[in-house]
C-alpha cells in the first residue's frame, strides 16, 4: 500500500534489466507505489511477461525491448517515450552484463568490450537521453544499480568490478551537474544477491564462503531487498539526496 512519502502516481518510470532478478523486483515495488512502470530488458517476451503479472495485479506497466549495449536501441527506447508519455520522471539503471568469470590477465578483448558497452557506455548514454527529458521538465531522478565490487573488487571478477567502479564515479559527475537542474542521481551497490546473474559465485562455494565471512549479517540478499532502496531514492523523501552511493550488503566490512 503506498503512502503519502513514497506515492508515485502520476510518475513514468523506465527499469533496464527489469525482466528478473533486482530489476524484476524495482519494477514491482515502483508500480505498487502508482507509478506507470516501462519494464525493460533485451528480450520483449521475458518483459511482457513481467508486464502481464503486474497488469494482472491491477498495476500499471508496459513491455519495452531495449539492449543498453546498442546506441540505436537506446535512441529507439527514447523516442518511444517521448511519443507516448511525453516525460520521464525514473530512470534506474540496472542492466548489466559480467560475460567474464576468471583471471583478470586471462580477459579477452570481446569480453571486455561487452562489459564496458553495457556497464559503462550503456548507463552513460541512458542517463543522457533521460537526462535531457528530465532536463526539460525540470525534474527527475536517476538510480545507477552498481555493485560492493566498485570498491572491493570481486576476485574473478576483474573487469566487472572496474565497471562498478565507474558507476560510482559516473553517478557523482551527473549528479554534480544534474543537481542545478532538479535531477537527483544517486547509485545503489548491492553485495551478493540470489540472482542469475550471480549464479558463477553461488555456485563457486570457496567464494562464496570468503564472501560471506566479510558480512557481518552472514547471509546473501534476495532481489526484493533491494527495491526498497530504490523506491527511497527516488521518492520525494529523499528530495535532498543526490550524488549518494549506498551500499546494501549486510553490514559488509570493506
Known amino acids: 500500500m ?11 518510470a523506465l527499469v533496464t534489466g527489469a525482466s528478473r532478478g533486482i530489476g524484476e523486483a524495482i519494477a514491482s515495488l515502483l508500480a505498487e507505489q502508482g507509478a506507470h512502470v516501462i519494464v525493460s530488458s533485451r528480450k520483449l517476451d521475458d518483459c511482457q511477461t513481467v508486464v502481464d503479472r503486474l497488469r494482472a495485479a491491477g498495476l500499471s506497466a508496459e513491455a519495452l ?20 508519455h511525453g516525460r520521464l520522471d525514473i ?9 567474464y568469470f576468471g583471471h583478470v590477465l586471462d580477459t579477452d578483448l570481446n569480453a571486455y568490450n561487452k562489459t564496458v558497452d553495457v556497464n559503462v557506455r550503456g548507463y552513460f548514454f541512458m542517463s543522457i537521453a533521460a537526462g535531457k527529458m528530465m532536463r526539460e521538465q525540470g ?10 565490487n566498485a570498491l572491493q573488487p570481486g576476485e574473478m571478477q576483474g573487469i566487472y568490478s572496474i565497471t562498478k567502479a565507474a558507476v560510482v564515479n559516473m553517478t557523482k559527475s551527473f549528479a554534480k551537474e544534474c543537481g542545478p537542474l532538479g535531477i ?35 547471509r546473501h540478499a534476495e532481489p526484493h531487498e533491494m527495491a526498497g532502496t530504490v523506491l527511497y531514492l527516488v521518492s520525494d523523501a529523499a528530495s535532498y539526496t543526490n550524488g549518494e552511493c549506498i551500499v546494501v550488503d549486510g553490514g559488509l566490512t570493506l
Not at 503506498?2 to 513514468?12: A, E
Not at 525534474?139 to 560492493?148: H, P, Q
Open 184 to 218: 537527483r542521481v544517486n547509485a545503489v551497490l548491492p553485495g551478493l544477491t540470489k540472482t542469475k546473474f550471480a549464479g558463477a559465485l553461488f555456485a563457486n562455494k570457496p567464494l562464496y564462503d570468503e564472501w560471506m565471512a566479510r558480512v557481518p549479517l552472514r
Open 139 to 148: 525534474s527527475g531522478a536517476i538510480v545507477n544499480i552498481a555493485s560492493v
Open 65 to 84: 525491448a531495449c539492449h543498453v549495449g546498442n546506441m540505436d536501441d537506446i535512441t529507439s527506447a527514447f523516442a518511444h517515450i517521448g511519443t507516448t
Open 91 to 99: 530512470l534506474v539503471n540496472n542492466a548489466a552484463t559480467n560475460p
Open 2 to 12: 503506498s503512502t503519502k512519502l513514497f506515492d508515485l502516481s502520476g510518475r513514468i
